[in-house]
């Protein structure tokens, strides 16, 4: 009789590197790596980013020649309700930092809708507050609809060609903040125990701004490969938390994708200064 697979999570693997530079060089031939994987399955990579220093932390892919950008499909981890020229912008953050200087073309990034009625409503100084949010049935729908609706962006790209309940990305690529957040899923919030949305709204966000859409944990973990990127004294504290007890209600330490899914942490050394958690030396 054959026995079914485990469907126990793989631990996390952790890689330091000494420096800024070392870990950039690292992301960058990761990254190569699963797309390389991914193209020459179904010769499409299909990636989800987050804001923050992500696009810093990819400059390393601009100056190789392997990367091949015409077969990238980009999402958005997480996304704030604003202009996609505004500031806060995660897609203008990687836009502007990252696939301008690239040959990729806007249309393979899956943005919001910039002419959605709620950009209007929810920006800029006439914002509801998260109270005024919480007491109104209209806008909470108006919010859903911003989700639905980049939901449906995930269903187009992957249901065509999959059959399961959660899309697969090839890699998701994540931040992890001082709380233990990553993407907008945040310590405690109720839209880190939903089950059943792949994007879900959060409107009352710690971080401003407040009002974001969000990929849920069962789609992260449902990935091929989910990979952190942290670096700089300010995350030990957090970092040693996550790796040392992740039986925490840190969302970073929820990340734990199914088989043959796996979750990998790129650090610094100054970041990894006080975790004891085992080390693999980063090596293609």
């Not at 800024?20 to 010769?43: G, Y």
């Not at 992890?176 to 059943?196: A, N, R, Y």
């Not at 992260?220 to 039986?247: C, M, W």
């Amino acid at each position: 009789m054959t026995s079914l697979p485990s469907q126990t999570p793989h631990p996390p693997v952790l890689h330091s590197l000494p420096g800024s530079s070392d870990l950039i060089e690292a992301v960058a031939k990761f990254v190569v790596k699963a797309q390389n994987e991914a193209i020459d399955k179904r010769d499409k990579f299909t990636i989800a980013l987050s804001g923050g220093s992500m696009p810093k932390n990819l400059t390393g892919l601009l100056n190789r020649n392997d990367v091949k950008w015409d077969k990238w499909e980009v999402f958005l981890a997480d996304e704030r309700v604003v202009p996609l020229d505004h500031p806060e912008s995660n897609f203008k953050a990687i836009y502007d930092e990252l696939f301008s200087k690239t040959p990729v073309n806007i249309s393979q990034i899956h943005a919001l809708n910039p002419d959605h009625d709620a950009i209007k409503k929810f920006f800029p100084d006439s914002s509801p507050s998260a109270k005024e949010i919480d007491e109104s049935e209209d806008l909470q729908d108006m919010l859903e609809d911003v989700a639905d609706e980049y939901e449906k962006k995930l269903v187009n790209a992957f249901a065509a060609r999959e059959a399961a309940r959660f899309p697969t990305f090839d890699l998701i690529l994540l931040g992890m903040g001082p709380d233990g957040h990553t993407g907008s899923l945040f310590p405690g919030h109720p839209v880190s125990k939903e089950s059943e949305r792949w994007i879900a709204y959060v409107y009352d966000s710690p971080k401003p701004p407040p009002v974001r859409i969000t990929l849920t944990f069962p789609v992260i973990n449902h990935a091929y490969r989910v990979a952190f990127i942290a670096a700089g004294e300010g995350k030990q504290d957090t970092l040693h938390q996550i790796l040392d007890s992740p039986s925490g209600d840190l969302p970073c330490a929820k990340v734990r994708p199914a088989p043959p899914g796996k979750v990998y942490w790129f650090v610094d050394d100054a970041a990894s200064g006080k975790t004891q958690y085992q080390k693999t030396p980063f090596q293609l």
